[in-house]
């Protein structure tokens, strides 16, 4: 299947820092990725939809500006947690949809980025 | 929107034995139904997805059945083994492309 790759796998931070997470689509393009937040022995709640030159589309609930997100290429997008707090400790993974080309309209999601706000 | 519950949240089998998770979904806009296994402190990795134009569909130990007029969709696993042990999600979406609605998750572990 398709790969996608996240970066950092964990990160740690001081309360008030920001934090980037980069997530790569490797062997294909991405026109949409997703960003999700996961809590322990939780299911996975999307926070937003990142189109590729355009803005994303946050859920409801979601502070777009505390969540920036930038999808500058068909590859890359990135997550930045602004000012983070230890109530944004968690678990977020990004998913990329894989269309086009023969291969089945799917998403493959990448492997989670630990964030630790202490 | 599109509400996804499923059941059920925990289950124990022995090896070689059958597992079965079910999934009901609300909306009958949606078209696309895939099921993710996650293991500890990785992402879903995508085990077999089905389309609303078929019924059934089979890859080696791993099935899913999907009953659209009862809007429910079943994930199958027969011959289990220790390394099945995971945590498994269905999904609902009314095209891959578009978002999904996850279920709550099922913790499958597979006794040796």
């Known amino acids: 299947g398709a790969v996608v790759s996240q970066h950092p796998s964990r990160v740690i931070c001081k309360s008030g820092t920001s934090v980037k997470i980069e997530c790569r689509s490797l062997?294909?393009?991405?026109?949409?990725m997703f960003w999700y937040r996961q809590f322990p022995k939780q299911s996975l709640m999307l926070m937003a939809t990142s189109n590729e030159g355009s803005k994303a589309t946050y859920e409801q609930g979601v502070e777009k500006d505390k969540f920036l997100i930038n999808h500058a290429s068909l590859t890359l997008s990135t997550l930045t947690v602004t000012s983070a707090h230890p109530e944004d400790s968690s678990f977020y993974i990004c998913s990329a949809r894989l269309s086009g080309g023969g291969s089945p309209d799917t998403q493959y999601f990448g492997p989670g980025t630990r964030l630790t706000v202490l | 929107g599109e509400n996804v519950e499923q059941h059920p949240s925990t289950l124990s089998v022995q090896e070689g034995d059958s597992a079965v998770i079910k999934c009901t979904y609300s909306d009958s806009a949606s078209n696309y139904f895939p099921w993710y296994k996650q293991e500890l402190g990785k992402g879903p990795q995508l085990i077999i997805d089905?389309?609303?134009?078929?019924g059934e569909k089979k890859d080696q130990r791993i099935a899913v059945t999907l009953n659209k007029t009862a809007k429910h969709f079943s994930l199958h696993i027969t011959e289990t083994q220790p390394e099945d042990s995971a945590v498994y999600f269905c999904a609902a979406s009314i095209s891959a492309g578009n978002q999904f609605y996850f279920g709550t998750g099922t913790s499958l572990t597979v006794i040796p």
């Open positions: 089905i389309r609303s134009n078929v």
């Open positions: 062997d294909f393009q991405a026109t949409t």
